[in-house]
């Protein structure tokens, strides 16, 4: 698997995979863990504890001050799976990391069938270092 952690830390959680990128600047509701843009295919979803599957972000460098307060409050995914890397994700994981000492591992798949193949996984482990990454299936 050609996998490449952008913020390191494990995680385990029910998997969940959107259709299109979200923002978290104005998509996501850092309070209550959901999703407000009423635009996105899963507007209402909630996002705490998933192991999220996304292919990338959208939009403003601000969505990751929304990500790192969802983090300290307890509302963000356990991990996000992307496909093509994002600054602004990594950037507001790394901050609570950082911060808060909460991780929220950050995992780019460069191999789209794989991303495809965990996305469909019902649960996951997600172990994220400086130079491996372990992911898991779990029953």
Known sequence: MSARGLVSGKAVGTVLK???????????????????????????ACLSGAI???????????????LAEAIRL????????????????ATGALVAQMLYGIDCPVVVIKDQAEWQRLSALP?????????????????
């Open 123 to 139: 649960r996951l482990a997600v172990e994220a270092g400086a130079d491996v990454v372990f992911l898991t299936p779990q029953a």
């Open 18 to 44: 959107l259709d299109d990128p979200l923002s978290f600047w104005g998509g996501f509701d850092s309070a209550g863990g959901k999703v407000i843009d009423r635009f996105h295919p899963q507007h209402g």
């Open 74 to 89: 307890g509302t963000a995914p356990a991990a996000i799976i992307l496909l093509q890397e994002d600054a602004i994700i």
């Open 52 to 66: 999220l599957f996304m292919e990338r972000g959208r939009g403003s460098s601000s969505g990751a001050s929304v």
